[in-house]
């Protein structure tokens, strides 16, 4: 029971629900996860560090970048479950849409050149 109260308590909040919709369409870093979500970096760190030790979301470091992207389900029969479930979910939802219509301008190359 332990991973299933795991799962659902990663899942309460909107910000990481939203994360997930947003991986379920492309791999993302941090700083597009923070521009897409207009979110402090703090918080998204955070909030990817719940979806990983509930085994939603993994990720894979590539030089300076760690990308983040849905797990397989491997580690617990309740996130193949659900993220299988998620897919279809909340594709109506008005701030779930806007997100999504925005993912293909939130480039990391985009985003650090904006910083400089």
């Not at 990308?67 to 594709?91: D, H, M, Q, T």
Request: charged share 30%; with cysteine.
């Amino acid at each position: 029971m332990r991973d299933f109260i795991k799962v659902m308590k990663a899942l309460s909040d909107p910000n990481r629900v939203k994360t997930i919709k947003m991986l379920q369409r492309k791999t993302m870093c941090v700083c597009e996860i923070q521009v897409a979500l207009r979110l402090a970096q703090p918080t998204v760190s955070k909030h990817l560090r719940v979806l990983v030790e509930a085994g939603l979301v993994d990720y894979v470091k590539d030089g300076l970048w760690v990308n983040y992207f849905l797990a397989k389900g491997g580690k617990s029969p309740y996130v193949k479950g659900i993220l299988r479930k998620l897919k279809n979910w909340l594709e109506s939802d008005s701030e779930v849409i806007d997100i999504i219509k925005r993912l293909p301008s939130i480039e990391r190359e985009n985003i650090l050149n904006l910083e400089k």
